[in-house]
């Protein structure tokens, strides 16, 4: 079995008027993005693909250098190096993360996945002005779970 670990809006550059607003998601944002790398490295060993998504590459945002992108990973987008219909004949399950938790998390995996897409909760970062329970309201069908080195493990949020 084959998992897929889908790592959304890792950017380079933040948005200026977010950063503006909330002084310290610069530094959030980079201490994450470190945490995420190692995990990704954990999960490469196992055979999980890892999948770089984010359309911030055109945009001139790139991939945060917190982030390592190594020849297997796939990127997705405009720029990327595979698509969507590539990846889930491969794939067997599909986890998403990355940034933010609720928003573009969600935009995206529901667009892919469908309703019922697993996010991962400890891998994913809540927006400053976000609350977890308003945000799991938000999105209730999701399919929900947390990561450790021995896996990913769904969760009841009831």
């Known amino acids: ?18 950063v503006a607003c909330h002084p310290q998601l610069e530094n959030e944002v980079r201490s994450f993005g470190t945490f995420l790398n190692q995990v990704c ?15 911030g590459k055109i945009q001139g ?3 945060m250098e917190e982030i390592e992108v190594v020849v297997e990973d796939k990127v997705m987008g405009a720029e990327g ?12 399950d599909l986890y998403w993360c990355g940034f933010h938790f609720g928003r573009c998390i969600h935009d995206e995996a529901g667009f892919i996945s469908g309703d019922e897409a697993n996010i991962v909760l400890n891998l994913s970062l809540l927006f400053p002005l976000d ?28």
Do not use: C
């Open 131 to 158: 609350s977890w329970k308003d945000r799991f309201e938000d999105w209730p069908k999701m399919r929900y779970h947390l990561w450790s080195q021995t896996g990913f493990e769904e969760v009841s949020l009831q």
């Open 81 to 92: 190096n595979a698509r969507w219909e590539e990846i889930q004949e491969s794939i067997d």
């Open 41 to 55: 490295n954990i999960e490469r060993k196992k055979g999980t693909q890892i999948i770089h998504w984010g359309e």
């Open 61 to 63: 945002r790139g991939i």
């Open 1 to 18: 079995m084959v998992n897929g670990l889908v790592i959304v809006d890792a950017w380079q550059k933040l948005l200026a008027h977010d």
